[in-house]
Antibody, heavy 123, light 106 residues
Framework: QVQLVESGGGVVQPGRSLRLSCAAS????????VHWIRQAPGKGLEWVAV????????HYADSVQGRFTISRDNSKSTLYLQMNSLRAEDTAIYYC????????????????WGQGTLVTVSS | AVQLTQSPSSLSASVGDRVTIACRAS??????LAWYQQNPGKPPKLLIS???SLESGVPSRFSGSGSGTDFTLTISSLQPEDFATYYC?????????FGGGTKVEI
């Protein structure tokens, strides 16, 4: 079955960097776009970024544009999120999620989710 | 960015009730809308995509309708496991956006 396992979360000071990883299994990773979505404690969902199946197309939320970078290593079936210049408002559970569309450069809905990794930005 | 406004933000209902949740988009998004259910401490679960397509394994008491700017999620007969928070999400335009959520309580 599809499995997505996030890692790399933790407590980090404002202005510092952190890299999240998401290990995928149970499906052909190279055929699907993958997303990062976050949820601040007690709040709603916020889409963060997407990378297409081939890694060539990337899109970001305005709130992270220029600070976060999404990437993927298809040889390792792993998704990454490099987060720089972290702010208190970046504190959230970060989920990776698979796009529902097979071999597509457009995004649709998220049909599989990981359990999430908590990032806390605090001094 | 396309803003999605869900209403109500919370509701109280009983087992067996028919429940309707609305999602309004700030601009037309055709049928590019999905609905998710989230239980506390868990990731969201996809219920419906393309406004009305029920995902495999999702009970038939869930249904979605609408297109353009106005969408609805309906639970025909609320079951104990349906008490959760529901979110709509649009995928017509980047940035992808979610509604603020609707908490369904007993």
């Amino acid at each position: 079955q599809v499995q997505l396992v996030e890692s790399g979360g933790g407590v980090v000071q404002p202005g510092r960097s952190l890299r999240l990883s998401c290990a995928a299994s149970g499906f052909t990773f190279t055929s699907y776009g993958v997303h990062w979505i976050r949820q601040a404690p007690g709040k709603g969902l916020e889409w963060v970024a997407v990378i297409s199946f081939d890694g060539f197309n990337k899109h970001y939320a305005d709130s992270v544009q220029g600070r976060f970078t999404i990437s993927r290593d298809n040889s390792k079936s792993t998704l990454y999120l490099q987060m720089n210049s972290l702010r208190a408002e970046d504190t959230a559970i970060y989920y990776c999620a698979r796009d529902q569309e097979f071999i597509s450069t457009t995004s649709t809905s998220f049909d599989s989710w990981g359990q999430g990794t908590l990032v806390t930005v605090s001094s | 960015a396309v803003q999605l406004t869900q209403s109500p933000s919370s509701l109280s209902a009983s087992v067996g009730d028919r429940v309707t949740i609305a999602c309004r988009a700030s601009q037309g998004i055709s049928s590019a809308l999905a609905w998710y259910q989230q239980n506390p401490g868990k990731p969201p679960k996809l219920l419906i995509s393309d406004a009305s397509s029920l995902e495999s394994g999702v009970p038939s008491r869930f249904s979605g309708s609408g297109s353009g700017t106005d969408f609805t999620l309906t639970i025909s007969s609320l079951q104990p496991e349906d008490f959760a928070t529901y979110y709509c999400q649009q995928f017509d335009t980047y940035p992808l956006t979610f509604g603020g959520g609707t908490k369904v309580e007993i």
